[in-house]
Nanobody, 120 residues
């Protein structure tokens, strides 16, 4: 089992920045892909960004490309989402996700989320 705890959310003005952190415990996640998702009120959870186990293979949703940067530190069992030039439409609960697929076996874990609110 992997436990994930997100932190770093809060209230920020449009144009500002926040850095979200995802702390993993229970086992090392160096062989897991990591991703961030978000869910705004009344909307479905949507993909934000993902990063491969080695730190490469980074992909972003078009809506955040060029403004958000995903990273990880496997030595600390941590993941990060640096968010810049925030917009009111970025307001959502942000969730950390890790996933490992080995043949037919899929291990997937979610954090409890951290609220990000961007005021106009």
């Amino acid at each position: 089992q992997v436990q994930l705890v997100e932190s770093g959310g809060g209230l920020v003005q449009a144009g500002g920045s926040l850095r979200l952190s995802c702390a993993a415990s229970g086992r090392m996640i160096s062989d897991f892909t990591m991703a961030w998702f978000r869910q705004a009120p009344g909307k479905e959870r949507e993909f934000v960004a993902t990063i491969g186990w080695s730190g490469d293979n980074r992909y972003y949703a078009d809506s955040v490309k060029g403004r958000f940067t995903i990273s990880r530190d496997n030595t600390k069992n941590m993941g990060y989402l640096q968010m810049s030039r925030l917009k009111p439409e970025d307001t959502a609960v942000y969730y950390c996700n890790v996933e490992r697929v080995v043949g037919p076996d899929i291990m997937k874990f979610w954090g409890q989320g951290t609220q990000v609110t961007v005021s106009s």
